[in-house]
């Protein structure tokens, strides 16, 4: 009976649309994952005390098709912008700045112009070059249309606010 249960429940959990979850990884490891696989790269940057990114960890994060389509076409970075230890990228040392409070990681501050504001979002080329920040919490529908605007690179002829007065 019990190995009944058990299979019943595994063939639920296979068949319920559960995603699969998302596949973070680091800014030190994405040059060498860049050059096995290229594809462009999401660079979520975070803090721990951050409320809005816990609220998009929950909610957008968790969003089935997001997850797949993040999964598919980008690489993940999740990069805490208080990050203590040396970060290599790009052949530079990106080291822990103690400033006000807490500090921050110079990675996050570069990567985003001096505008340390969380959650943001950075959109990376295969060539690792920077295309976009954008700032701010996003949920499943705005985070969709910005996934929509970098891969199929539209960015490349359309501001995004033209971009979103065309939907």
Request: hydrophobic share 40%; aromatic share 14%; charged share 25%.
């Amino acid at each position: 009976m019990k190995l009944f249960f058990g299979i019943l429940v595994v063939g639920f959990m296979g068949f319920s649309g559960i995603a699969q979850p998302l596949s973070w990884g680091s800014m030190s490891d994405i040059e060498k994952t860049q050059a096995n696989n290229p594809k462009k790269v999401l660079v979520y940057v975070t803090t721990a005390w951050c409320g809005w990114c816990t609220k998009m960890n929950a909610n957008t994060f968790t969003d089935a098709e997001i997850i797949s389509y993040l999964n598919s076409n980008f690489h993940l970075v999740k990069l805490d912008a208080e990050e203590k230890d040396t970060i290599l990228f790009k052949d530079y040392e990106f080291k822990f700045v103690k400033a006000g409070r807490r500090g921050y990681n110079d990675l996050a501050y570069s990567i985003l112009d001096g505008k340390l504001s969380y959650p943001s979002l950075v959109f990376l080329d295969e060539k690792l070059d920077r295309i976009s920040i954008a700032p701010g919490y996003r949920d499943a529908t705005d985070l969709t249309q910005l996934l929509d605007f970098v891969s199929k690179e539209i960015y490349k002829s359309k501001s995004w606010e033209e971009y979103q007065k065309g939907k």
